[in-house]
């Protein structure tokens, strides 16, 4: 009885699965046969200003993203001596490494906050550009807030603003067209 109904069940399932099988077959007569033309390529390349824009975008994505791994040992080390010096006696010459590497890291920020000015300039000047003025816009108050942050002495938090500003960068990138040829 047993194998009467194992049988059975496999004539059942051989009978859907060559239904399933014929039906593939009946519908692909149906169809008529495609047309073959010859490939064209219809995509169109972005305006030179876009693909210009993108390029300086990527540009500045890969500085910060440098300036960002950076900034992060350099900033704590920063503050760790300026907390070591209030609490105990520090030597001269590492206070005064101290500030000269200050003075490096807020000169390195002006430096990076002009090509990020720069940059958000570009996407409001320029017509073609103002489609992605959202998403880029704004750096350049992140880069003044950090840049304002390392001023008063918060090297630290002087980080946070480059994080932001590498987030709009990928954005922005990630919302223009890309031009491969």
């Known amino acids: 009885m047993k194998t009467l109904?194992?049988?059975?069940?496999?004539?059942?399932?051989?009978?859907?699965?060559t239904g399933a099988a014929f039906g593939q077959k009946t519908a692909s007569k149906k169809r008529p046969p495609a047309k073959t033309?010859?490939?064209?390529n219809t995509s169109?390349?972005?305006?030179?200003?876009?693909?210009?824009?993108?390029?300086?975008?990527?540009?500045?994505?890969?500085?910060?993203?440098?300036?960002?791994?950076?900034?992060?040992?350099i900033t704590q080390s920063i503050e760790a001596l300026d907390a070591e010096s209030r609490t105990r006696k520090v030597s001269q010459s590492s206070l005064d490494l101290n500030k000269a590497t200050k003075e490096k890291l807020l000169t390195a920020i002006k430096n990076m906050r002009v090509g990020i000015d720069a940059l958000e300039t570009e996407f409001e000047t320029k017509p073609a550009l103002?489609?992605?003025?959202?998403?880029?816009?704004?750096?350049g108050e992140l880069a003044a807030q950090s840049e304002n942050l390392a001023f008063t002495g918060k090297f630290v938090a002087a980080g946070t603003p480059w994080r932001t500003i590498l987030q709009k960068l990928n954005d922005t990138l990630t919302a223009?067209?890309?031009?491969?040829l």
């Open 44 to 73: 169109t390349l972005p305006p030179l200003e876009v693909r210009a824009a993108r390029v300086k975008v990527s540009n500045q994505y890969s500085n910060v993203d440098q300036f960002v791994q950076r900034i992060g040992p």
């Open 130 to 139: 103002k489609i992605y003025l959202t998403r880029i816009q704004g750096i």
């Open 5 to 17: 109904r194992s049988f059975g069940f496999l004539l059942i399932i051989a009978a859907i699965l």
């Open 37 to 40: 033309t010859p490939a064209r």
């Open 176 to 180: 223009m067209p890309n031009a491969e």
